[in-house]
T-cell receptor
């Protein structure tokens, strides 16, 4: 079946450094790619998304890039802060008469002060 | 305040005893979905609904049912729960530009 692979599963960075999380999807019909942040014990929250007609999107310290040919997309967090520590999930959504969304397994990001 | 509300938050039940987890949203979103979250597996889509009376299977629909009789509510039904359905469940709703998850329901089936 279709899947989304996410790497790394754990990432530890020093405060102020950049963090990059990468995802690869298998369904070439996927056209919407959201990223979610989930803090411990809380619900996932949408932090940024990108559609297939766009190559890059930025929102303050967060950016997402999409390479449709290679079927991969990445989350970039610059100037990381301790409050960025959380689990991050990528997802790929495909419209097949309905919206089917497949998530990556998640990346646990630790930002050390 | 935009909200997706799930109930109950925590539930312990026995194998085979039918249960329903409710989900309600106040944003008039057409699209709603249910996910289960298990360690190392991320979020897996169980069912989704594009609108009232329109539902479809996600990746892991076995053992679950849903209904969408009105736009705001999207209950998840486990007719005969089994221990492998022990998990953290999230309901979500979205428009074209925003997505919201409920606070989660931690279900344990013994």
């Amino acid at each position: 079946g279709e899947n989304v692979e996410q790497h790394p599963s754990t990432l530890s960075v020093q405060e102020g450094d950049s963090a990059v999380i990468k995802c690869t999807y298998s369904d070439s019909a996927s056209n919407y790619f959201p990223w979610y942040k989930q803090e411990l014990g809380k619900r996932p929250q949408l932090i940024i998304d990108i559609r297939s007609n766009v190559g890059e999107k930025k929102d303050q310290r967060i950016a997402v890039t999409l390479n449709k040919t290679a079927k991969h997309f990445s989350l970039h967090i610059t100037e990381t802060q301790p409050e960025d520590s959380a689990v991050y999930f990528c997802a790929a959504r495909t419209y097949t008469g309905g919206f089917k969304t497949i998530f990556g397994a998640g990346t646990r990001l630790f930002v050390k002060a | 305040e935009a909200q997706v509300t799930q109930n109950p938050r925590y539930l312990i039940t026995v194998t085979g005893k039918k249960l329903t987890v409710t989900c309600s949203q106040n944003m008039n979103h057409e699209y709603m979905s249910w996910y289960r979250q298990d360690p190392g597996l991320g979020l897996r889509q169980i069912y989704y609904s594009m609108n009232v009376e329109v539902t479809d299977k996600g990746d892991v629909p076995e053992g679950y049912k849903v209904s969408r009789k009105e736009k705001r509510n999207f209950p998840l039904i486990l007719e005969s729960p089994s221990p492998n359905q022990t998990s953290l469940y999230f309901c979500a709703s979205r428009s074209n530009t925003e997505a919201f998850f409920g606070q989660g329901t931690r279900l344990t089936v013994v």
